[in-house]
């Protein structure tokens, strides 16, 4: 055997070396499924599989970096280098390229960001006047992307009634005319946008059995990973190209499901057994990432969902430490918790920055954690803000290369065509789309033909105009016989670019020059690294389309000792030793947004249960007692997901400002009020899941008493149930567990504990500050 198969416990083995037919790994988190996967590359390429015929697909294209690494390391550079690996969406973008002529499109066709559909959206709801408050380009967007990613086209669409009714009912009865609008303007422009990479290759397939065989015979051996988030149009692709071969293995875990919203299909993974013949299945056990605590605490909270499959996760690993529970008065408090906690950690326990992250479900949580780092001198790195790629001034170098490799690409040129400022207003723009959409013709071609068309454009403006496409026109001769790097250097400089930003002399022009900078560094490396690649396509069209389809995790830029910024969604499949969770507050996680239905309830649950099993040795939950959101203070209340954390793996600290605004050692801050009558109020009642919304007392809420007036806001925030009253005997209600008897008492301050024996027979010992008690 292999030595490096050494490195796999037997579960893993098993399906490692399953060469042939299809066969699914459903396993919990970190049992080693994308280890598997990657040794099982190996495995196929010793037994004499051409890495030309294996496709793997994985999450992001840095996941698909690292495990061509992994298995080049095992089976040398050379061979590793011909193994189709990537996102779906890099990956299928370059058999469009290849095939993409059998559909109309371009070889060159321009891969559209969502900026450049978010801007094209808009320009459309401008034409055909309708009001941008409530045809709001992101929600249409995101309703072409569902569209699309169900395989609805235009033409489905006006096919289904039920479709245009319910778009007609949200007030958007044109949503339609924009959805056309909107294809054919892309299609014109020889452009695709991320869900079209998709629905093309799905397109391709089907339309062409020549070109399915093709690539059916090419990927004998197909691999996916995180099996349980592709969507439908993924699925389908898979399907297609596995279906002559069945060589087919996917791995997932359906408890980490988190893209439901946009359009992923837990289904997938529970029907593949359906799908394909003869499936077998496996399933890994052992998690190798995280310590007990953590493993076992994530195991009681995903136990809350109902629908999953039943899975066994332990580890073998050491106990280590409790969860660290901490409530902050502030979202700044919790920045500085956060800061100060790496701070002394990195120090007593010879931690470094990358050891470190810091997870939140809205990226708008990021700044108040980003204030208190940067106030420590602490360097971190967000992920999954604003790429460098959407940068404007590097989208504006950008949009002068794509429009030198695709003049129709109408969102380049909109953004170039008068930047740097040549004179060329927005009314001749609009003039120049206008008989573009008359005459059917890109907007580019419309200025090529200016003066044969009827377009009102007066004489020194059209010079203008020609000089333009002149200008582009020398950038294409250049482009066939300079490299990218020689070409882009160009361009930068005769566009006027460079002293467009250069002018100012401010700081954040300075920044801007040196951002550029470093795009022609990233081009002449990747030049550079075309070379020793056997087959080197047109360079720039090649890094045009790494670009588009780049995340953020991609770009490896700077130090890479830093502290990790990211939202939960981001962090899949990823492992840190240290992993705080901020922002552990009802409405925030879960989002208020996803409170309606027990589905999305439990989907929220699956982002918890991927965020903690993020961690390998220490995990930290934060929450607030109140939060700017929307630009105002809002009282939090303590995530519902804490609670459901079986207590044994949790260490609640009780922080200083807790004693401070005690009201059960300072009731002088509730003015008038007896200390005896003293309670301590739910804000607001909870949402709670629909099916459980009818068997809870209707009377849920405890309401403080009227005339309790809290002088300080503080105090009133104060999610957690405390009762003075709550005694020994006591009759109370659990949102969960129902009725029970209060057995005994213990602790003091924030770890007042309840022995409750419930009706059910259960004893459960409760943290009152969590337990959402009522008396009876
Ligand atoms: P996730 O569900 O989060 O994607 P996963 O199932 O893909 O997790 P991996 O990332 O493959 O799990 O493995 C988790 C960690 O455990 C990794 O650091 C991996 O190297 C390690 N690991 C997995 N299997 C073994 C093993 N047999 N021996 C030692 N380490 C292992
Ligand atoms: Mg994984």
Known sequence: MQQYLSQLND??????????????????????KTR?????????????VDPFNILALTFTNKAAREMKGRIARIVGDSEAKNLWMGTFHSVFAKILRIEGDRLGYPSNFTIYDTQDSDRLISSIIKELGLDKDIYKYKQIRSRISSYKNSLITVKAYFNNPELMEADAAARRPRMGDIYKHYVE?????????????????????????????????????????????????????????ADR????????????????????????????????????????????????????????????????????????????????????????????????????????????????????????????????LRKRDIPYRIYGG?????????????????????????????????????????TTLDRLIVAANAYDIPIFDVIKRIDELDVKINSGTRNKLKDFVTMIESFQVMNTNANAFELSEHVVKVTGLIREFNKDGTPEGIAKMENIEELLNGIKDFVEGQKEVADTRGALAEFLEDVALATDLDAD???PNHVALMTIHLAKGLEFPHVFIVGMEEDLFPSAMSMNTRSELEEERRLFYVALTRAEKQAYLTYTLSRYRWGKLIDAEPSRFIEEIDEDYLDIITPLQEQRFNPMLDASIFGDIEPNKVRFAKPKSRKVEKKDAKSKPENFKINAPKKLKPVSKTTNTSANLFDSKLTVGN????????????????????DLKAEIRFENGDLKKLLLRFAKLEIV
Request: aromatic share 10%; charged share 25%; proline share 2%.
């Open 185 to 241: 303007r892309c299609f014109k422009a020889g452009a695709m946008d991320f869900d079209d990479l998709l629905l093309k290759t799905n397109e391709l397939l089907t339309r062409f059995p020549d070109v399915l065989a093709k690539y059916q015979d090419r990927f004998r051996y197909i691999l996916v990973d995180e099996y349980q988030d592709t969507n439908h149009s993924q699925y389908l692709i898979v399907r297609a190209l």
């Open 245 to 372: 071969f069945q060589n087919i293995c996917v791995v997932g875990d359906d408890a980490q499901s988190i893209y439901a919203f946009r359009g992923a299909n837990i289904s997938n993974i529970l029907n593949f057994q359906r799908d394909y013949d003869d499936v077998k299945e496996f399933r890994l056990e052992q998690n190798y990432r995280s310590t007990k605590n953590i493993v076992n605490a994530a195991n009681s909270v995903i136990d809350k969902n109902q629908n999953k499959l039943d899975k066994i996760v332990w580890t073998a690993n050491d106990e280590g430490a409790k969860i660290k529970v901490n409530r902050l008065m502030t979202d700044g408090d919790e920045g500085r918790y956060v800061a100060s906690t790496i701070f002394e950690s990195k120090m007593q326990n010879q931690l470094q920055n990358k050891d470190f992250a810091v997870l939140y479900r809205t990226n708008a949580q990021s700044r108040a954690i980003e204030d208190a």
């Open 557 to 559: 830029k700077g130090d």
């Open 11 to 32: 579960a893993q083995l098993a399906p490692t070396l399953q060469k042939d037919g299809p066969m699914i790994v459903i396993a919990g988190a970190g049992s080693g």
């Open 386 to 426: 604003l790429s460098f790629y959407q940068r404007k001034e590097i989208k504006d170098v950008l949009s002068y290369l794509r429009l030198i490799l695709n003049p129709a690409d109408e969102e380049a040129l909109k953004r170039v065509i008068n930047f740097p400022s040549r004179g060329i207003g927005q």
């Open 731 to 750: 009759i109370v209600n659990h949102q969960r567990f129902g009725r029970g008897e209060v057995m005994k008492i213990e602790g003091a301050g924030g």
């Open 36 to 48: 598997v996967l990657t040794f099982r590359i190996a495995y196929l390429m010793s037994q004499g």
